[in-house]
């Protein structure tokens, strides 16, 4: 739960396009398009994508809550147009049309679709399909980028790669004290954002082989936060401690399916002297000779990096459809299949990065506060500790 911070998206992926509204962050913040464009161009990389990020380059235009290239305080509203729509007008129409439009009625397993219409009573899948898709996560990409930038500007940066796509598993570690930035500088570099030249290849071998088969592949990607101070969240209460808003944040997502911080589900197989990071002291501040707990004790961040993992099941749209019923006929059929991604796992990682930088941003103006970035600068300066 986030406790500073508003936001709301709206919008269907073949409809006019998405809007974002967040609110609750400081005056004085710089914001521009460009800042936005640069984390939207990054979202829409990635080997295994389908035909719509050709259709597509994602713009959010800033329509308010900025005056002069600064945040006022008030809410921020962005909208980002589809440009596919113009393909859609008649499918995806708020207005009633006369044209006959043909309903989708073959529930994809994994997909929203069945839940969907068994919820809303509805006899059209697309009701569903469309606000389910995980277009809805460039408006998610567009607003974090407003929380990285409030981060940054406080001295916290958010990074990531991929360490998994299907079973090929890049074991590489992050290179010691590299930035998040940097870190980002070179897996943006790969199609798959993977640091290891060899399981890059393997990673890409493994997209193009389930794309053959008319099939999809997930898989999991770290994400990293650097430049924390202590005690952003609280042991005090279930729902103030960090490591839970952060997994919220993070499973929200479309096709997230589980999430670890730190060791993660590796100190099941471990000892307590194996797991738990030793605490020095460097002559000016406390320091960790490890960080198996990803940044996080008791739910408070420890001036340590963040780091998180998160899995992405394999997209539920396959071009050789699963076994379905029709919700018209109740006959057995093979599920609906459209254009759709073999794997959106690169994609997927620059989300997760955002949904960090909301929960991130919002715990620091929790503890901090201030209606202005000078003012929370200033509070920062005077009680952080790190
Ligand atoms: C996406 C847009 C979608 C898909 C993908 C993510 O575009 P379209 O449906 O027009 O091809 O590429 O969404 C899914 C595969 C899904 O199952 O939700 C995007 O902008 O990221």
Redesign the pocket.
């Known amino acids: 739960m986030l406790a500073k911070i508003k936001y709301l998206t709206a919008g269907e992926?073949?409809g006019k396009g998405l809007l974002g509204i967040i609110d609750g962050l400081p005056a004085g913040l710089d914001i521009s398009e460009e800042d936005i464009s640069q984390q939207l161009f990054r979202?829409q990389q990635g080997h295994g994508?389908?035909?719509?990020?050709k259709i597509?380059t994602d713009y959010a235009e800033i329509y308010s809550g900025v005056r002069h290239g600064k945040s006022i305080g008030s809410p921020i509203g962005l909208v980002l147009l589809n440009k596919?729509f113009e393909n859609w007008t008649q499918k995806m129409s708020t207005t009633p049309v006369s044209e006959d439009v043909k309903k989708v009625t073959l529930p994809r397993p994994g997909?929203a679709d069945l839940a969907g219409v068994q919820k809303f009573d509805f006899d059209d899948i697309r009701n569903v399909l469309e606000r389910?898709?995980?277009?809805e996560?460039?408006m998610r990409v567009a607003l974090g980028t407003i929380c990285r930038k409030l981060l940054k500007d406080t001295g916290i940066e958010v990074g990531s790669r991929v360490t998994q796509i299907y079973n090929v598993k890049d074991e590489t570690p992050i290179p010691e004290g590299i930035t998040p930035e940097a870190l980002n500088e070179i897996a943006d570099k790969s199609s798959v954002r993977c640091l290891d030249k060899n399981t890059e290849t393997e990673m890409i071998a493994a997209i193009d082989n389930a794309k053959a088969e008319g099939d999809s592949v997930g898989g999991i990607f770290e994400v990293i936060a650097t430049g924390l101070p202590y005690g952003l969240g609280s042991h005090t209460q279930w729902d103030q401690k960090l490591h839970a808003r952060i997994a919220e944040s993070i499973m929200s997502v479309?096709a997230f399916k589980g999430i670890e911080i730190g060791m993660g589900f590796d100190q099941a197989g471990k000892l307590g002297s194996e797991v738990h990071d030793e605490i020095g002291w460097d002559g000016e501040k406390y320091i960790r000779h490890s960080n198996n707990a990803g940044g996080i004790e008791g739910g408070m961040s420890n001036a340590q990096p963040i780091v998180i993992r998160a899995v992405m099941k394999p997209?539920?749209?396959l071009i050789k459809p699963l076994r379905s019923v029709d919700i018209q006929t109740k006959e057995d059929k093979l599920a609906h299949k459209?254009?759709?991604?073999s794997c959106?796992v690169p994609?997927a990682s620059i989300v997760a990065e955002s949904m960090l930088c909301f929960v991130l941003a919002d715990a620091m103006l929790e503890k901090f506060g201030g209606d202005t970035m000078e003012q929370l600068k200033a509070h920062i300066k005077v009680s952080g500790k790190y």
């Open positions: 992926s073949h979202r994508r389908g035909g719509r990020m597509e596919d997909h389910s898709s995980a277009r996560t460039a479309n997209i539920p749209t459209e254009r759709t991604d959106s994609a």
